[in-house]
T-cell receptor
Framework: AQKVTQAQTEISVVEKEDVTLDCVYETRDTTYYLFWYKQPPSGELVFLIRRNSFDEQNEISGRYSWNFQKSTSSFNFTITASQVVDSAVYFCALQTDSWGKFQFGAGTQVVVTP | DAGVIQSPRHEVTEMGQEVTLRCKPISGHDYLFWYRQTMMRGLELLIYFNNNVPIDDSGMPEDRFSAKMPNASFSTLKIQPSEPRDSAVYFC????????????FGDGTRLSIL
């Protein structure tokens, strides 16, 4: 069975602070894909990043960075110097290559105040 | 480029009525997904298609729900008869070569059954 755990329900920060969102996954497959999506207050789901299980390189995209560690089954997401526009719910998701369901975590609500 | 287009954006109807949600995937994408999002259950995959063929409908809650994809550019999700517990946001997503490429989501349909 596969599972995605986002233990943080809500994180509140003041603008310019860094914020790290945790994502822990479970799967027995050796080939799998991890994703992060952003859902702003307007409701749409915006794709942020995709990682496959064979690529453990960390990635940076502007103020966003991702830390993938297979040893701890984690795919954490950091927003550096947060801004009010970063306020949203962030979802981590897992898809294995074996026709399993695309499994979303419960989401972490990030609130950035000025 | 046009993204995934869903209609209507909002639907309010009375219990017992038939509801039809529509989705136009991104041109050229070969996978189409229907999701439901509620506070209680989060994001749930209802059904997905590959090349217009339903692959996994195990997430469809009851026989009252049905989905079709008559061609590569159009899909419908029907609820008949609708019930108040069907109230949710319904998302459609499409992908090319899933899961090697991400799913791209439409803006969703906010459905309220009175």
């Amino acid at each position: 069975a596969q599972k995605v755990t986002q233990a943080q329900t809500e994180i509140s920060v003041v603008e310019k602070e860094d914020v790290t969102l945790d994502c822990v996954y479970e799967t027995r497959d050796t080939t799998y894909y991890l994703f992060w999506y952003k859902q702003p207050p307007s409701g749409e789901l915006v794709f942020l990043i995709r990682r496959n299980s064979f690529d453990e390189q960390n990635e940076i995209s502007g103020r966003y960075s991702w830390n993938f560690q297979k040893s701890t089954s984690s795919f954490n997401f950091t927003i550096t110097a947060s801004q009010v526009v970063d306020s949203a719910v962030y979802f981590c998701a897992l898809q294995t290559d074996s026709w399993g369901k695309f499994q979303f975590g419960a989401g972490t609500q990030v609130v950035v105040t000025p | 480029d046009a993204g995934v287009i869903q209609s209507p954006r909002h639907e309010v109807t009375e219990m017992g009525q038939e509801v039809t949600l529509r989705c136009k995937p991104i041109s050229g994408h070969d996978y189409l997904f229907w999701y439901r999002q509620t506070m209680m259950r989060g994001l749930e995959l209802l059904i997905y298609f590959n090349n217009n063929v339903p692959i996994d409908d195990s997430g469809m809650p009851e026989d009252r729900f049905s989905a079709k994809m008559p061609n590569a550019s159009f899909s419908t999700l029907k609820i008949q008869p609708s019930e108040p517990r069907d109230s949710a946001v319904y998302f459609c997503a499409s992908s090319l070569l899933w899961p090697r490429q991400p799913q791209h989501f439409g803006d969703g349909t906010r459905l309220s059954i009175l």
